[in-house]
């Protein structure tokens, strides 16, 4: 990422590289403490290398953030952060921009009709309703204890929704359940080389980024349930095919 600084232009204040190196596995397990110590510490916007390497501006300045996403944002393109999510997520929204971007925000403008997100509302409740009914049933045992992991909760809860808003039923419950694991799978291995940079060369030499291991499977299953196929595919296939079957996948996602 390079960046220009107009001349008289107020310098940011920067979190000492060494600091950011030595404080990157804390980052890397819960990022979010650490960067409110450096906000606290250092201002409202500041300059971080994460892992004491890749330079990141950080703010959260309401108004800054406002001109970057909203007011203007065509002057702020995408960052190669998010053209790396691309490797994995393909070219939607959330990576794409220009006259790309464009014409996926207009083919998604009809699931944002009113009748559509009424829908939405009530397939999100079933779904939230599905997911906490186990734990109902745990704390409506008499002097029970239970213990709950709100991340692992969450995030299924979360994937069940966008899998069923997708899909409707072509997903099998136990697809459903292998996508969550495998796409949590390639999340993690992607965030972690944003916050541990230094770790690239060392994923790059074992050829992590071209052959993550769950990115096959899971791209085999979106192409049995966008194709209507209800047979899985062969396990080794082209990586071609795993491609073109992951495209087909974002694309169902961003249609209407």
């Known amino acids: 990422m390079f960046t220009i600084v107009q ?3 107020k310098k940011l204040p920067e979190v000492p590289r060494l600091q950011s190196l030595r404080n990157s596995i804390t980052l890397a397990a819960n ?3 650490v960067l409110n110590n450096y906000l606290d510490t250092y201002g409202d916007t500041i300059v971080v290398y994460l ?3 890749r330079r990141t501006v950080l703010t959260r300045d309401p108004g800054l953030v ?3 996403l909203q007011k203007n944002h065509r002057n702020y393109p995408k960052s190669e952060l998010s053209h790396g999510v691309a490797r994995y997520l393909g070219h939607g929204l959330l990576t794409s921009e220009g006259s790309y971007w464009l014409q996926q925000r207009r083919l998604i403008q009809p699931g944002f009709h009113r009748q559509r997100i009424s829908s939405l509302v009530t397939l999100m409740q079933a779904e939230i309703n599905e997911c906490l009914e186990p734990l ?5 045992q008499p002097s029970s204890y239970v213990e709950v992991a709100v991340h692992e909760l969450m995030t299924t809860t979360a994937f069940r929704i966008i899998a069923r808003s997708v899909f409707s039923n072509s997903l099998a ?3 459903l359940h292998r996508m969550a ?3 949590t799978a390639i999340q993690a291995f992607y965030v972690r080389t944003v916050r541990q940079p230094y770790l690239r060369p060392w994923q790059h030499a074992r050829g992590n980024f071209g052959t ?3 990115w096959r499977p899971s791209c085999a299953i979106l192409c049995a349930a966008t194709s209507g196929s209800g047979s899985k595919p062969a396990v080794r296939r082209p990586m071609t095919y795993y491609k073109c079957c992951w495209m087909r996948a974002t694309k169902t996602m961003a249609s209407p």
Request: no cysteine; hydrophobic share 30%.
């Open 7 to 9: 001349p008289g232009a």
């Open 31 to 33: 990022p979010i403490p």
């Open 51 to 53: 892992g004491g390497i």
């Open 66 to 68: 406002q001109h970057m």
């Open 136 to 140: 109902e049933r745990q704390f409506s």
């Open 173 to 175: 419950e136990a697809q």
């Open 181 to 183: 694991e495998l796409l």
């Open 212 to 214: 993550t291991t769950s």
